[in-house]
DNA sequence: TATAATTTTTAGATTAGCCTAAACATTTCT
DNA sequence: AGAAATGTTTAGGCTAATCTAAAAATTATA
């Protein structure tokens, strides 16, 4: 197989990312479409040339999915993405909010030599800036056992595992209210009238967040002391 | 002025490195044509297309040279290859034969931030690995006093100071050879009927090089202890 | 200096990746 | 179930960057 260019792998990235939302791994068109900010139409000439290649299951009308082969290599991407996100923050000190966009152009450099030294490098890390497992060289992804702060339980004790980067804006917020990846949190209290959250973090401070916030931000649960 | 493809960039750069060679600073459609690997006809089309942006002065059948907007363009571009050339080497260990290529694909990221980063995470290096000079942020390139091999002096003590890296082959052979930047060299004798060298390396080690080999290296010369 | 050789440009074509507008298919609503 | 709304595809077009073949300009040669 020839090497992809990088707009065909980052079609086959976003169809793995949506496909992980759905149950049944289906994408549409148009989910497809607002992701990458294209017309529909694009989106469906392209599914029809990576069917071709065989890297996706297309079926008009119906949706897309990953085939194997196409599995494999947006794996790799999503690698690459996340071990140099890791880069940017522990080696270059580049703040959370400003990286995506510089690793959506690094992730298609070609060299598998470079991602394996890249990730020696880093000393093998597990999960990437935000809280986000990254694939080993052989695609292995370690999943770890989070849930949504939005259906956490009250007056538990958590620690921030994962917050979803698609939203510049929402990185700046998290950077002014201070909360960072594995700060202690817990939920005192929802407020049924606009579900706000009372968040206690690190057993001292006390703020109000909303209810889309905590949509954003992922916990794992954390023995009491 | 919007961001230039990868594609202008590498014209910009490679006009730079040609304008170089010759004194008039002139670069010809057809040297460009073979330093690309892309018919005539195309680096034609470009030049045009480039000229129309104010980044070349192009004139038919004559040939094309930076225009000051160009010229700052280009270097930064070199800046960016080199800088990252640096990081391949002295971080990720790579040997200099492989990082070309790879180096091709990392100067066309787009962040100004990253590259001034970079520049700091490696120390502000003024040399890259092949032993040519990172331009500064402002544009600035230190220019080491070298003289190619070939053209050197019998019998005088010189320093490795600078490699053409344009030939894979040729940095392997240096491998192979075991001769690394900043060792000591001096010839011995020059042999008049193939014109191949004597040469020492640092004090101990006697070989035969052509004089093929010797217009890739450039020396500076160096104090005798 | 006229002609041959070389270099460069022009003309016309191709591919990837995008678009809009119109047609078609599916889903939802009454 | 039929009509309306929504979602998807098809048709046709555009731009960037490449190509080949032919024409034009320049340079070298006899």
Redesign the interface.
Known sequence: MSTLSAVEENYLKYIFQLSEIFENGIVKTNDLAYKLDHSAASVTDMLKKLSEKKLVAYKKYYGVSLTRNGLTIAVQVLRKHRLWETF?VK????TWD?IH??AE??EH???D??ID??DQ?LGFPKFDPHGDPIPDKAGNISLPNVVCLADAKLKKQYQLANVNDDSAAFLKYLNKIQLKLNDKVKILDKEEFDETIQLLINDKKQLTISNDAAHNMWVRSVKEI
């Open positions: 940017l080696n270059l000190k580049f400003k966009e510089i152009q690094l450099i070609q060299s030599e470079l030294r890249m490098y």
